[in-house]
């Protein structure tokens, strides 16, 4: 049964990643149909001999990933998932005091979500990489080329998102943008163009992607999130038939989809002829366990995929993706040719040097541990300072989520922080509807050391006594 299922080669390492993998594949390609029974855990792992919780770890991966289900009594069994195919967000900022260069002072204790830790920008390798582009790329290619980008980037691209987020993503389907906000400004335009009059928006979520999303003329409406992430139900009560979701780590809740809310999300883009939206803006960044793979995997049709280097990089790069339905991607590749001609070549090649040498990914995992050690350091320090707050979306990303206790009100507590130099957000101005939310900041902790994080923590703690 092991050999049926998935083969590993443990000359490559990695077996456990190479299991999961396989399973995924097997169900994609439909080795295995809906609800076909796994054998247990104990027993593939035998077959394939290797630990049991190898495989324990990759059907609980691919659980949370909505390939399988589980349920006592009933074992591990295929999910209902489409038909596979083979390929073929920050807040807008407060007024501030500027810099002789008109850039926004940071306060002492910056805890604004959204931005990455910039000191961190691999200046070594992406100069390395920016002067093999230019020692090899024929001066022909520096002309006006492919609107949606060079091919190299977009097979290697594809190459990564493949293994990364296990995404079905051949390079034809990519397009190269400027960033997940042109990516969504260009789905938006071509929604607009077949008609759609209203996009639904997670509620909470981004303020200025709200506003990017207005000032490309499309009304949108929120639905509510919960504790498994997007109220799909809510979202068929809207009548609107796109929505843009954060499926991976919900911006500002922290919230991941529940393998339950994926399939249902899915259905309803199936049945109502419809599109979803999936902006992956910090998804390579999980620390209990490997990143859930993104939503685009499941349905490929019905799903565009955005990422970008704005979190692993640095935002300054507008440098992104999107992997679209091969039933938008002319449409989207025409508004992107008319929007900037092409996004810069030599970045692109520079990025494809990056990606393909193998830095792209020792950078991640470098920061992968730097981020896990500032937020333990910040949840450790919420646990000696504010332990009556509760914390969301410390599993992952870049920030995390404080709901504030009874009594204490959020612009209160901004105002008291900000006093003792310490900025954070408040979610109230993130909601399309705050009857009834509860009061919470979202913080983000990337870019500060440990002990700095210690100490805006402890000045935060004054903040809500003195708002209480």
């Known amino acids: 049964m092991g050999d049926l299922l998935v083969g590993i080669d443990r000359a490559k390492g990695n077996v456990g990643a190479q299991i999961t993998a396989g399973l995924r594949d097997a169900v994609r390609t439909g080795r295995l149909a809906p609800g076909d029974r796994l054998p247990s855990s104990r027993t593939l792992a035998a077959d394939l001999g290797v630990s049991r919780g190898m495989v324990v770890e990759a059907y609980e991966q691919l659980v949370a990933e909505g390939y399988l289900t589980s349920r006592h009594g009933s074992g591990t069994r295929v999910a209902d998932i489409p038909e596979r195919h083979a390929p073929g967000a920050s807040e807008a900022p407060s007024e501030a005091p500027r810099d002789?260069?008109?850039?926004?002072?940071?306060?002492?204790?910056?805890?604004?979500?959204?931005?990455?830790?910039?000191?961190a920008f691999p200046r070594g390798a992406w100069l390395a990489a920016t002067r093999h582009a230019l020692a090899t790329v024929p001066h022909s290619r520096l002309s006006y080329g492919d609107p949606g980008g060079v091919p190299e980037l977009r097979t290697a691209l594809a190459a990564y998102l493949g293994r990364v987020r296990a995404a079905i993503a051949s390079p034809d389907r990519i397009v190269v943008v400027?960033?997940?906000?042109?990516?969504?400004?260009?789905?938006?335009?071509?929604?607009?163009?077949?008609?759609?009059?209203?996009?639904?928006?997670?509620?909470?979520?981004?303020?200025?992607?709200?506003?990017?999303?207005?000032?490309?003329?499309?009304?949108?409406?929120?639905?509510?999130?919960?504790?498994?992430?997007?109220?799909?139900?809510?979202l068929a009560r809207t009548g609107a038939r796109a929505v843009l979701?954060?499926?991976?780590?919900?911006?500002?809740?922290?919230?991941?989809?529940?393998p339950e809310r994926r399939?249902?999300?899915?259905?309803?883009?199936?049945?109502?002829?419809?599109?979803?939206?999936?902006?992956?803006?910090?998804?390579?960044?999980?620390?209990?366990?490997?990143?859930?793979?993104?939503?685009?995997?499941?349905?490929?049709?019905?799903?565009?995929?955005?990422?970008?280097?704005?979190?692993?990089?640095?935002?300054?790069m507008r440098l992104g993706w999107a992997v679209v339905p091969h039933t938008w991607l002319e449409q989207v590749r025409e508004l992107k040719r008319y929007a900037d001609l092409g996004s810069a070549v030599i970045n692109q090649f520079a990025f494809v040097r990056l990606l393909e040498?193998?830095?792209?990914?020792?950078?991640?995992?470098?920061?992968?541990?730097?981020?896990?050690?500032?937020?333990?350091?910040?949840?450790?320090?919420?646990?000696?300072?504010?332990?009556?707050?509760?914390?969301?979306?410390?599993r992952a990303g870049l920030h995390l989520y404080a709901e504030l206790p009874p009594g204490c009100r959020e612009e209160s507590v901004v105002k008291a922080a900000g006093a003792r130099g310490v900025r954070v957000e408040p979610v109230g101005p993130m909601r399309e509807s705050a009857h009834g939310a509860p009061q919470a900041l979202v913080l983000g902790y990337a870019s500060l050391g440990e002990e700095r994080l210690r100490e805006a923590v402890a000045l935060l703690a004054e903040a809500c006594r003195e708002a209480a």
């Open 100 to 119: 002789a260069q008109g850039v926004e002072a940071a306060p002492p204790y910056d805890l604004k979500p959204g931005t990455s830790d910039m000191s």
């Open 178 to 234: 400027g960033g997940v906000a042109q990516g969504v400004a260009l789905i938006v335009q071509a929604l607009a163009a077949r008609g759609h009059t209203l996009l639904a928006v997670e509620d909470p979520s981004s303020a200025t992607q709200r506003g990017l999303l207005r000032s490309n003329g499309l009304p949108i409406v929120g639905v509510p999130v919960d504790g498994e992430g997007l109220d799909v139900d809510a």
């Open 245 to 258: 979701v954060t499926p991976a780590h919900q911006y500002p809740t922290g919230v991941v989809l529940s």
């Open 263 to 316: 399939a249902r999300l899915t259905s309803w883009a199936r049945d109502v002829d419809g599109l979803v939206i999936e902006d992956d803006y910090d998804a390579e960044f999980r620390y209990d366990r490997d990143p859930v793979g993104c939503l685009q995997g499941l349905d490929p049709d019905r799903v565009v995929h955005l990422g970008s280097t704005s979190k692993a990089l640095a935002p300054g």
């Open 357 to 394: 040498s193998g830095g792209y990914d020792r950078h991640l995992r470098a920061m992968r541990l730097r981020y896990r050690s500032r937020r333990d350091a910040v949840a450790e320090a919420f646990a000696e300072f504010l332990p009556e707050v509760r914390l969301d979306g410390i």
